[in-house]
C-alpha cells in the first residue's frame, strides 16, 4: 500500500497536484480491534500519527482492508451508516455483495459464489463425484461451503461428509476430523478455512498420517509457504486456487531499500523483516518454534522478478481510490453527477462523493489490467490453479496448472492442463479416483442404493430387448421393433427372421416324411387299383378305400403347406385344406365301420338293414359330414380367416417369429373340436365291431387306428401349447403326419401284405371263412 501510495504521488499524470496520504492500522485479528481503528481513522481520532506536512489525525475518507470477511462484515455494516466507502483486498465472502446490506463495500477480491463454481467444475472435469469437505467456523467457511453446495446442487457431485473446524482447536474434535477424513472412500478433500484453521487441521492429519488424500485449497491458503515448514512434502499435489499473480515493477527494487535504520520503530517494517528473513526481534517464547535473532543488518537479494497475488489487490484497491479522486477532480462545473449538475468537493474529500465515483470508476492498472467494480462492488473474476509440486531440491514449488476466468464464458472459462499436474501419494501421472462407486459399463445401469445419496449405486445388467450404450447410464433403452439388445447389451442388432423353411433340418425331415407318405398312399392306391377285382379289394368296398387313400394323400400333401414363410393364402390355405382332408379321411372310416356293422346286422334272418346303407347312402353321408366341416371352415374365413403374425422379445431373446394366426380361436377349435368328433365315434363304433366273427375283420384295424390318432391329437394339445416359436408349427405338422401314417398303415397295411406278399389267401373262400 505505501509503495503504491509513494509511486501515484510521482507520477506526473495521476493526481498532479495532490498528495495521497495514509494510516496504517493492525487490527490483530480480532473484530473489535478492526472496528476501533476504523472508526478511529474515519473521526481523526487516531493519536499516532507521522508525516512530513501532518500536525494532527485527518479524518480518512475511505478504508482499504479488512483481509478478512468476518471483519469487513462488522466494519462494512458499521461505516455504511455513514456511507464511508470500504474496500476489502482479500474479504472474498459472498455475502459481502449484498448491496441492501453493504452498499458501501467494494472488493478487489473476487467473491467466493465464483470460487465455489470453480472447484464445482473441477470435480466435475475430474470426475471425482464423492467427496468430503471442510470449513472453517466463521462466515468465510461457511459462506463458501453454503455456495459450493448450491453449485453441486443437481450434478454427479456427491458430498460424504461435512465437518466445521473448531475456533478453539479443541484436539479431540480435530483429531475427530482427521479420523473421519481417514475412514471415508472420499479420496479429494475441499478444504474452505482461513490459514489459521487449515494449519490446525493439517498438522493433526500429518501427525496421524492422514495425507494420503487430493487435497483442494481455496485462495486463503494455496499458495502460503508456511504449510511446508512442517508438512515436508506430504502436501505434494494438491491442487488449489489462487488469486493470479502479477509482476509490480519496481516493488521488489523497493523492498530491498527496507532498512530497519530508516523505519526502527515502524512495526510493520519489523513484522515483515522477520517473515522474510525468518528470524525474531526481542525474546522469544517457548510456546512457539524457536527462531534466529534478528541483527537488523540482514539485506534482502536484488530481485529478478518477482510476482506478487494479494499484494496486488493491495495495490489495485489504492489506484481505485486515485482514480476515483482524479475523475472527481476532472469534473466540469455543471456537468457533475450531483443535483443541479454540481461537482463534488476535493478539499476537504467527502466520503459519500468518493462513493459514488468508485462505484463507477473504470480505469487501467500500470501492470495492463483493466478494472471496475460491478453493481455488487464485485471485480472480474480470475483464479490461477496451482499445483504443489517437488523441486528439484525436495522442496514444495506453487506450479501454475490452469486458469479459471469469468470474462471468457462459459465454453472457455475452465482451462486445466493435466500433462502439468503432479498427484502426490506416489501416484504419477494416474488420476486419483473419488467414488462412491465404481463406474456402471455399458450394458448396465446405475440403481441408487436405498437410504444413500445418488453417488452410490448398484450397476444392474440391461434387461433382454433393452440396451445402454454409455457409461453410468441412468437407464436402458428398449430397442426398437425387429431389433434386439446382443448378448453385450450394449447395442441393438437386427432380430432373426425365424420360421420353418424348407431349408431347416426339421423341415427337410418333415418335407420328406409327407412326401413319402403321399408317394406310400399313391403306391396302395395303385396296388389296390392293379387288384381291384381280388375278393378282398371287393370285399372291403373299394369306393370307399379310393376315396379314403385320395383323402389321406391330401392329409399328407398339406402338411407342406405349413413349411415355408407365412402369408396369407398359404395361411388358410393350410388350415382349411387341413380340417377338410381329414374330415374326407374320417368320414370315409365311419362309412367303412357302419358298414361293416350293418353287414353282419344283416347276416342275420328277415334283415333288410343293408338297404339303408348303400353305395348312394355312403357317398351322402360323407358328402353330409364334409359339408359341415366346409361350412365351419367358409365361415372361419369370412369372419376371422388366419393371418399372418409375428412374435418378438421375451424368451424368444433376438428372433422374429413368423407363424399362422389362427385368426378365431372358436373357428378353429370348432374345426378341430369337430374332427375330433368323428375320430370319436369312429373309434367307438369300431370298437364294438372289433370280436364280429370274420377271418379278416376290419374293424380290428380301424380300432387302432383311431386309437393312434385320437392318442396323437389329445398330445397335440400341451405340445401345441408349450412348443416356442416355430417348433409349434412342427408339432402341428408332426400330428398331422403321425395321424395320417396311423390310419395308413393300421387300415390299409394288413390288406396290401395280403395282396402283395400272400396272394393265396385273397381268395374268396379265405375272406368268408369263419
Given at each position: 500500500m505505501i509503495f503504491a501510495v509513494k509511486e501515484i504521488n510521482a507520477d506526473p499524470v495521476l493526481l498532479p497536484n495532490l498528495t495521497l496520504g495514509y494510516l496504517a492500522a493492525d487490527t490483530c485479528l480480532a473484530e473489535a480491534t478492526t472496528l476501533s481503528a476504523a472508526l478511529a481513522m474515519v473521526t481523526g481520532q487516531d493519536e499516532n500519527v507521522s508525516g512530513e506536512r501532518c500536525t494532527k489525525a485527518p479524518k480518512v475518507p475511505v478504508i482499504i482492508g479488512d483481509a478478512r470477511s468476518s471483519a469487513s462484515m462488522v466494519v462494512a455494516d458499521t461505516l455504511g451508516v455513514f456511507n464511508i466507502p470500504m474496500i476489502s483486498y482479500f474479504a472474498s465472502c459472498a455475502c459481502l455483495s449484498d448491496r441492501t446490506r453493504y452498499p458501501t463495500f467494494l472488493r478487489t477480491v473476487p467473491s467466493d459464489a465464483f470460487q465455489a463454481k470453480a472447484i464445482a467444475r473441477l470435480l466435475h472435469l475430474m470426475s471425482w463425484t464423492w467427496i468430503g469437505v471442510v470449513s472453517g467456523d466463521d462466515v468465510y467457511g461457511k459462506s463458501g461451503v453454503q455456495h459450493l453446495l448450491k453449485e453441486l446442487q443437481g450434478s454427479a457431485v456427491c458430498v460424504d461428509y461435512f465437518e466445521v473446524i473448531p475456533k478453539s482447536h479443541a484436539p479431540s474434535r480435530i483429531r475427530r476430523i482427521v479420523?473421519?477424513?481417514?475412514?471415508?472412500?472420499?479420496?479429494v478433500v475441499v478444504m474452505i478455512a482461513i490459514s489459521l484453521d487449515v494449519e490446525a487441521l493439517l498438522r493433526e492429519a500429518i501427525k496421524m498420517?492422514?495425507?494420503?488424500?487430493?487435497?483442494?485449497?481455496?485462495?486463503?491458503?494455496?499458495?502460503?509457504?508456511?504449510?511446508?515448514?512442517?508438512?515436508?512434502?506430504?502436501?505434494?499435489?494438491?491442487?488449489?486456487?489462487?488469486?493470479?499473480?502479477?509482476?509490480?515493477?519496481?516493488l521488489g527494487s523497493y523492498m530491498t531499500q527496507l532498512s530497519l535504520e530508516i523505519h526502527l520503530n515502524d512495526s510493520l517494517v519489523r513484522n515483515l523483516w522477520e517473515d522474510f528473513f525468518g528470524c525474531r526481534f526481542g525474546e522469544q517464547t517457548e510456546s512457539k518454534p524457536l527462531k534466529p535473532q534478528c541483527t537488523g543488518l540482514e539485506k534482502v537479494e536484488e530481485p529478478g522478478q518477482t510476482y506478487f497475488d494479494?499484494?496486488?489487490?493491495?495495490?489495485?484497491?489504492?489506484?481505485?481510490?486515485a482514480n476515483a479522486i482524479q475523475d472527481m477532480m476532472d469534473c466540469e462545473?455543471?456537468?457533475?453527477?450531483?443535483?443541479?449538475?454540481?461537482?463534488?468537493?476535493?478539499?476537504?474529500?467527502?466520503?459519500?462523493?468518493?462513493?459514488?465515483?468508485?462505484?463507477?470508476?473504470?480505469?487501467?492498472?500500470?501492470?495492463?489490467?483493466?478494472?471496475?467494480?460491478?453493481?455488487?462492488?464485485?471485480?472480474?473474476?480470475?483464479?490461477?490453479?496451482?499445483?504443489?509440486?517437488?523441486?528439484?531440491?525436495?522442496?514444495?514449488?506453487?506450479?501454475?496448472?490452469?486458469?479459471?476466468?469469468?470474462?471468457?464464458?462459459?465454453?472457455?472459462?475452465?482451462?486445466?492442463?493435466?500433462?502439468?499436474?503432479?498427484?502426490?501419494?506416489?501416484?504419477?501421472?494416474?488420476?486419483?479416483?473419488?467414488?462412491?462407486?465404481?463406474?456402471?459399463?455399458?450394458?448396465?445401469?446405475?440403481?441408487?442404493?436405498?437410504?444413500?445419496?445418488?453417488?452410490?449405486?448398484?450397476?444392474?445388467?440391461?434387461?433382454l430387448g433393452e440396451i445402454s450404450n454409455t457409461t453410468d447410464s441412468t437407464?436402458?433403452?428398449?430397442?426398437?421393433?425387429?431389433?434386439?439388445?446382443?448378448?453385450?447389451?450394449?447395442?441393438?442388432?437386427?432380430?432373426?427372421?425365424?420360421?420353418?423353411?424348407?431349408?431347416d433340418n426339421m423341415g427337410v425331415v418333415l418335407s420328406v416324411l409327407s412326401v413319402s407318405g403321399a408317394a406310400l398312399t399313391v403306391g396302395v392306391l395303385l396296388a389296390f387299383f392293379l387288384h381291384r377285382d381280388t375278393p378282398l379289394v371287393r370285399a372291403n368296398n373299394s369306393e370307399l378305400s379310393f376315396l379314403l387313400l385320395l383323402s389321406l394323400k391330401l392329409c399328407f400333401l398339406c402338411a407342406l403347406a405349413f413349411?415355408?414363410?407365412?402369408?396369407?393364402?398359404?395361411?388358410?390355405?393350410?388350415?382349411?385344406?387341413?380340417?377338410?382332408?381329414?374330415?374326407?379321411?374320417?368320414?370315409?372310416?365311419?362309412?367303412?365301420?357302419?358298414?361293416v356293422l350293418v353287414a353282419f346286422r344283416a347276416t342275420l334272418p328277415g334283415s333288410s338293414v343293408m338297404r339303408y346303407f348303400g353305395p348312394v347312402q355312403q357317398r351322402s353321408g360323407i358328402f353330409l359330414c364334409t359339408l359341415v366341416q366346409v361350412g365351419i371352415c367358409v365361415l372361419w374365413l369370412v369372419l376371422a380367416p388366419?393371418?399372418?403374425?409375428?412374435?418378438?422379445?421375451?424368451?424368444?431373446?433376438?428372433?422374429?417369429?413368423?407363424?399362422?394366426?389362427?385368426?378365431?380361436?372358436?373357428?378353429?377349435?370348432?374345426?378341430?373340436?369337430?374332427?375330433?368328433?368323428?375320430?370319436?365315434?369312429?373309434?367307438?363304433?369300431?370298437?364294438?365291431?372289433?370280436?364280429?366273427?370274420?377271418?379278416?375283420?376290419?374293424?380290428?384295424?380301424?380300432?387302432?387306428?383311431?386309437?393312434?390318432?385320437?392318442?396323437?391329437?389329445?398330445?397335440?394339445?400341451?405340445?401345441?401349447?408349450?412348443?416356442?416359436g416355430k417348433y409349434s408349427v412342427a408339432v402341428e405338422i408332426f400330428a398331422i403326419l403321425a395321424s395320417s401314417y396311423g390310419l395308413l398303415l393300421c387300415i390299409f397295411g394288413p390288406k396290401c401284405y395280403i395282396i402283395l406278399l400272400r396272394p393265396e389267401k385273397n381268395t374268396k373262400k379265405n375272406i368268408m371263412a369263419k
Amino acid at each position: 500500500m505505501i509503495f503504491a501510495v509513494k509511486e501515484i504521488n510521482a507520477d506526473p499524470v495521476l493526481l498532479p497536484n495532490l498528495t495521497l496520504g495514509y494510516l496504517a492500522a493492525d487490527t490483530c485479528l480480532a473484530e473489535a480491534t478492526t472496528l476501533s481503528a476504523a472508526l478511529a481513522m474515519v473521526t481523526g481520532q487516531d493519536e499516532n500519527v507521522s508525516g512530513e506536512r501532518c500536525t494532527k489525525a485527518p479524518k480518512v475518507p475511505v478504508i482499504i482492508g479488512d483481509a478478512r470477511s468476518s471483519a469487513s462484515m462488522v466494519v462494512a455494516d458499521t461505516l455504511g451508516v455513514f456511507n464511508i466507502p470500504m474496500i476489502s483486498y482479500f474479504a472474498s465472502c459472498a455475502c459481502l455483495s449484498d448491496r441492501t446490506r453493504y452498499p458501501t463495500f467494494l472488493r478487489t477480491v473476487p467473491s467466493d459464489a465464483f470460487q465455489a463454481k470453480a472447484i464445482a467444475r473441477l470435480l466435475h472435469l475430474m470426475s471425482w463425484t464423492w467427496i468430503g469437505v471442510v470449513s472453517g467456523d466463521d462466515v468465510y467457511g461457511k459462506s463458501g461451503v453454503q455456495h459450493l453446495l448450491k453449485e453441486l446442487q443437481g450434478s454427479a457431485v456427491c458430498v460424504d461428509y461435512f465437518e466445521v473446524i473448531p475456533k478453539s482447536h479443541a484436539p479431540s474434535r480435530i483429531r475427530r476430523i482427521v479420523e473421519r477424513i481417514q475412514t471415508s472412500r472420499a479420496q479429494v478433500v475441499v478444504m474452505i478455512a482461513i490459514s489459521l484453521d487449515v494449519e490446525a487441521l493439517l498438522r493433526e492429519a500429518i501427525k496421524m498420517n492422514a495425507t494420503g488424500r487430493q487435497w483442494i485449497a481455496t485462495e486463503a491458503w494455496s499458495t502460503s509457504t508456511h504449510y511446508t515448514s512442517f508438512s515436508g512434502t506430504s502436501l505434494a499435489g494438491t491442487l488449489g486456487f489462487a488469486i493470479g499473480r502479477v509482476d509490480i515493477q519496481g516493488l521488489g527494487s523497493y523492498m530491498t531499500q527496507l532498512s530497519l535504520e530508516i523505519h526502527l520503530n515502524d512495526s510493520l517494517v519489523r513484522n515483515l523483516w522477520e517473515d522474510f528473513f525468518g528470524c525474531r526481534f526481542g525474546e522469544q517464547t517457548e510456546s512457539k518454534p524457536l527462531k534466529p535473532q534478528c541483527t537488523g543488518l540482514e539485506k534482502v537479494e536484488e530481485p529478478g522478478q518477482t510476482y506478487f497475488d494479494i499484494s496486488y489487490n493491495v495495490y489495485k484497491a489504492v489506484y481505485a481510490v486515485a482514480n476515483a479522486i482524479q475523475d472527481m477532480m476532472d469534473c466540469e462545473p455543471g456537468k457533475g453527477p450531483f443535483e443541479n449538475g454540481e461537482c463534488p468537493e476535493i478539499k476537504p474529500i467527502k466520503p459519500k462523493q468518493l462513493l459514488h465515483y468508485l462505484k463507477t470508476v473504470e480505469f487501467t492498472t500500470p501492470v495492463g489490467e483493466k478494472v471496475f467494480f460491478d453493481e455488487n462492488g464485485d471485480p472480474s473474476a480470475s483464479y490461477d490453479i496451482i499445483n504443489w509440486h517437488v523441486g528439484a531440491e525436495g522442496k514444495v514449488e506453487f506450479v501454475k496448472v490452469g486458469q479459471f476466468d469469468v470474462a471468457k464464458g462459459p465454453e472457455q472459462d475452465f482451462q486445466l492442463d493435466l500433462t502439468k499436474v503432479f498427484w502426490g501419494g506416489g501416484l504419477g501421472d494416474k488420476v486419483p479416483v473419488s467414488v462412491c462407486s465404481e463406474s456402471c459399463p455399458p450394458g448396465t445401469r446405475k440403481a441408487v442404493q436405498k437410504g444413500k445419496p445418488i453417488c452410490c449405486y448398484d450397476c444392474i445388467p440391461c434387461a433382454l430387448g433393452e440396451i445402454s450404450n454409455t457409461t453410468d447410464s441412468t437407464e436402458c433403452t428398449k430397442c426398437p421393433k425387429r431389433f434386439w439388445s446382443n448378448a453385450d447389451h450394449t447395442r441393438c442388432v437386427p432380430m432373426l427372421i425365424e420360421f420353418l423353411s424348407f431349408q431347416d433340418n426339421m423341415g427337410v425331415v418333415l418335407s420328406v416324411l409327407s412326401v413319402s407318405g403321399a408317394a406310400l398312399t399313391v403306391g396302395v392306391l395303385l396296388a389296390f387299383f392293379l387288384h381291384r377285382d381280388t375278393p378282398l379289394v371287393r370285399a372291403n368296398n373299394s369306393e370307399l378305400s379310393f376315396l379314403l387313400l385320395l383323402s389321406l394323400k391330401l392329409c399328407f400333401l398339406c402338411a407342406l403347406a405349413f413349411i415355408g414363410r407365412p402369408a396369407s393364402w398359404s395361411c388358410m390355405l393350410r388350415h382349411t385344406l387341413f380340417g377338410v382332408s381329414f374330415v374326407v379321411c374320417l368320414a370315409c372310416v365311419l362309412s367303412k365301420t357302419v358298414v361293416v356293422l350293418v353287414a353282419f346286422r344283416a347276416t342275420l334272418p328277415g334283415s333288410s338293414v343293408m338297404r339303408y346303407f348303400g353305395p348312394v347312402q355312403q357317398r351322402s353321408g360323407i358328402f353330409l359330414c364334409t359339408l359341415v366341416q366346409v361350412g365351419i371352415c367358409v365361415l372361419w374365413l369370412v369372419l376371422a380367416p388366419p393371418t399372418p403374425t409375428e412374435s418378438a422379445g421375451g424368451e424368444l431373446g433376438a428372433r422374429v417369429v413368423l407363424l399362422c394366426g389362427v385368426g378365431s380361436m372358436v373357428c378353429f377349435s370348432l374345426v378341430l373340436g369337430y374332427i375330433g368328433l368323428l375320430a370319436a365315434i369312429c373309434f367307438l363304433l369300431a370298437f364294438f365291431a372289433r370280436t364280429l366273427p370274420d377271418n379278416f375283420n376290419e374293424a380290428k384295424f380301424i380300432t387302432f387306428s383311431m386309437l393312434i390318432f385320437c392318442a396323437v391329437w389329445i398330445a397335440f394339445v400341451p405340445a401345441y401349447v408349450s412348443s416356442p416359436g416355430k417348433y409349434s408349427v412342427a408339432v402341428e405338422i408332426f400330428a398331422i403326419l403321425a395321424s395320417s401314417y396311423g390310419l395308413l398303415l393300421c387300415i390299409f397295411g394288413p390288406k396290401c401284405y395280403i395282396i402283395l406278399l400272400r396272394p393265396e389267401k385273397n381268395t374268396k373262400k379265405n375272406i368268408m371263412a369263419k
